[in-house]
């Protein structure tokens, strides 16, 4: 496993440091928009077989830097490859997107250890993308945190109000929690080894964590992130965390005070001076283009580029989207934004 090197962008700015401009990335910044992508998706013959061919997988995960010379690579994977690996059964259907099999317990589910026979063409893309990085780029790993994978676990498919995981976490807590549980024991393994097949930080995705209140928002989102990043960070303490429980609000504040993390990703709906002034402090704010912009360009996406360099300047900042670019997006943007910010 290669030590962080401080000479990264990225990894500068999530060990806390407030660079001359701000490394970039973009969340999705390998897919649909782009053509060299498709070509390689249609001659992989799929989405899942593209997840789990390593030549392939490491093929589009690098397409980005060689186009638009991002500050960070981040490993093409789907958070979906977890539950598969503890026994569920997962399928893509073409315009509609995954299913799974649906579940109502863990008993079905493989242990933690079990996972590594079918997620090793993934470890084979982390080794085969970080050898053949620039040195100053890095590579990010990646999972889907508890709440969201388990979302999905348990209603089968993408839901707009999660209301499945919602209906089984008050019906049976017990089932509920043992599901979060080896969700979270699973994503500790899956991430372990991806930093021992070279990746230099983690990002876990929390997309659902908004449909959380209270203490569920507590228990449920917090709690596990926080197990996940405490665990790595005993077993790899140079390796950096970045948080992403989108659409928590004022909420990331508590995340990110209980979780940890070196990073704290925030969606284009959050005001940036509240982030500047509550998050800042506590974690590099990574953020927070609208996606849109990526399809509209102009003036607007020069304007926003700017106000965000501006308002987060004093401190660590990635810039990065509010969420992930869309198929839509006209990569002549993303050549823009990447412009903008590198000066």
């Known amino acids: 496993m290669p030590e962080p090197v401080l000479g990264k962008p990225l990894l500068r700015s999530l060990a806390g440091e407030t660079l001359p401009r701000p490394p970039i990335w973009l969340m999705r910044q390998a897919g649909r928009y782009l053509p060299e992508y498709r070509a390689v998706r249609a001659k992989a013959g799929g989405f899942l077989k593209l997840c789990y061919s390593p030549e392939d997988a490491a093929e589009v995960t690098l397409q980005p830097i060689r186009r638009f010379g991002f500050d960070a690579a981040i490993l093409f994977a789907d958070i979906l490859l977890i539950p598969q690996s503890l026994g569920q059964k997962l399928w893509f259907v073409t315009g509609e997107g995954p299913r799974l099999a649906p579940i109502t317990?863990?008993?079905?589910?493989?242990?933690?250890?079990?996972?590594?026979?079918?997620?090793?063409?993934?470890?084979?893309?982390?080794?085969m993308v970080r050898g053949a990085l620039p040195p100053e780029v890095a590579l990010i790993g990646f999972a889907g945190a508890p709440w969201t994978v388990a979302t999905y676990m348990i209603a089968g498919r993408g839901t707009p109000d999660q209301a499945p995981?919602?209906?089984?976490?008050?019906?049976?807590?017990?089932?509920?929690?043992?599901?979060?549980?080896?969700?979270?024991?699973?994503?500790?393994?899956?991430?372990?080894?991806?930093?021992?097949?070279?990746?230099d930080a983690i990002k876990l995705f929390d997309s659902w964590a908004g449909s959380l209140t209270g203490s569920e928002f507590e228990s449920v989102c917090v709690e596990p992130n926080r197990r996940i990043v405490e665990a790595l960070r005993l077993k790899y303490p140079g390796v950096p965390a970045i948080g992403f429980p989108r659409g928590v609000g004022e909420?990331?504040?508590?995340?990110?005070?209980?979780?940890?993390?070196?990073?704290?990703?925030?969606?284009?709906?959050?005001?940036?001076?509240?982030?500047?002034?509550?998050?800042?402090?506590?974690a590099a704010v990574q953020g927070n283009i609208d996606p849109q912009l990526m399809i509209t360009g102009g003036d607007e996406l020069r304007r926003a580029v700017e106000t965000t360099i501006e308002t987060l300047s004093g401190g660590p900042h990635i810039l990065n989207l509010g969420h992930g670019i869309t198929p839509d997006a006209d990569p002549a943007n993303v050549d823009m934004l990447v412009r903008l910010v590198k000066g």
């Open 251 to 282: 909420g990331a504040l508590r995340f990110v005070r209980r979780t940890r993390v070196d990073g704290i990703a925030i969606g284009q709906e959050m005001d940036l001076g509240w982030a500047r002034d509550h998050l800042q402090k506590h």
């Open 165 to 199: 995981a919602h209906a089984l976490m008050r019906r049976d807590p017990t089932a509920f929690n043992a599901i979060i549980d080896r969700v979270v024991e699973a994503t500790i393994a899956y991430l372990s080894r991806q930093i021992e097949a070279g990746a």
């Open 105 to 127: 317990d863990a008993s079905t589910l493989r242990n933690a250890d079990e996972i590594h026979e079918t997620l090793g063409p993934i470890y084979e893309t982390v080794r």
